[in-house]
Nanobody, 131 residues
Framework: QVQLVESGGGMVQPGGSLMLSCIASGFTFSRFIMTWVRQAPGKGPEWVSGIVENGELKYYSESVKGRFTISRDNVKTMLYLFMNNLKPEYSALYYC????????????????????????RGQGTQVTVSS
């Protein structure tokens, strides 16, 4: 069965960095667009970043652009999110997800909505940014 398992979260001071990882299994990882989504307490899910199947196209929400870098290793079936210069408002549960929308040619323009419409997601890893 499909499994997505995240790791790498934790507590970090403002301005610090974290690298999140997600290992995927149970499906042909290299054939799917993947996304990172976050959800803060009392708020709905927010799309953070997405990457197409071969990793050549990467997309970011405006709030994290320039601070986060998404990447993938299709041989290891791993998805990554490097988060730099973190801010307290980035504190949330971060999870990787497989979106239902799998059209690479149009994913970028639709990402904020389709990025949180997934058929599978991991349990998440908590990121807390606080001094």
């Amino acid at each position: 069965q499909v499994q997505l398992v995240e790791s790498g979260g934790g507590m970090v001071q403002p301005g610090g960095s974290l690298m999140l990882s997600c290992i995927a299994s149970g499906f042909t990882f290299s054939r799917f667009i993947m996304t990172w989504v976050r959800q803060a307490p009392g708020k709905g899910p927010e799309w953070v970043s997405g990457i197409v199947e071969n990793g050549e196209l990467k997309y970011y929400s405006e709030s994290v652009k320039g601070r986060f870098t998404i990447s993938r290793d299709n041989v290891k079936t791993m998805l990554y999110l490097f988060m730099n210069n973190l801010k307290p408002e980035y504190s949330a549960l971060y999870y990787c997800a497989r979106p239902r929308w799998q059209m690479s040619s149009t994913f970028g323009q639709r990402a904020p909505s389709v990025g949180i419409d997934y058929d599978y997601r991991g349990q998440g890893t908590q990121v807390t940014v606080s001094s």
